[in-house]
């Protein structure tokens, strides 16, 4: 109870400050109004160019592009024009929920929700207690490397068509956000609504 308390509070007030990706809002809603169960981050995918001063530095890579939605091979281009020091990617990212369930009965059903729905890199990520952590991710991932240090190496034409296949791959993932927004729709009939959420809900 305490930590979907915690959890809520984080969401809404992350709400409020526009830092969750408005596309998957309603889904979100639904997921955390369902007893037992409740998010933590999730992404509803992403398309953009990473610079990472060295392979693996993530906490230290910048976006010079990203878009929770599809980009233009001209804003792809543009971007580049921001490289300074590190290697250079077009990175497409599927949506992806972290969804913590009270206990390994629902954390089953989660995992099978996330299948179901096409998302077929969902896993059991974490357990702690009786609470388990399932991630619900796609398949559709692209890193495809542009440059070095400020130096792209791809043509135009080689461009144009990384911008094509991460939008179609992005575009492709979010295409089966309304099947698992049915699904879980199905499992709040299963499980019931939680007065908690609303009671958080009401408080914002």
Partial sequence: MRRKR???????TAMREKKVDEDIIDLLMLINSIRGVHTTSSCSGRVGILEEPALG???LARWLLKRHGTITFEEAKESLRLAREGMLFLKS?????????????????LHEIGLASGFKYTTFKAVKGERVLVEING???LTSPLGRDGKVFVSDEALALNVEVANEMLT????????????FEHLQDELGEDELFYEIKRSF
């Fill in 93 to 109: 990212q599927p949506p992806i929920f972290h969804v913590v369930a009270e206990n390994l009965r629902i954390a089953k059903r």
């Fill in 6 to 12: 915690e959890a809520l509070v984080g969401l809404f």
């Fill in 57 to 59: 530095a993530k906490p």
């Fill in 172 to 183: 492709r993932s979010k295409g089966r956000l309304p099947r698992l927004h049915s699904a």
């Fill in 139 to 141: 398949t559709e991932y």
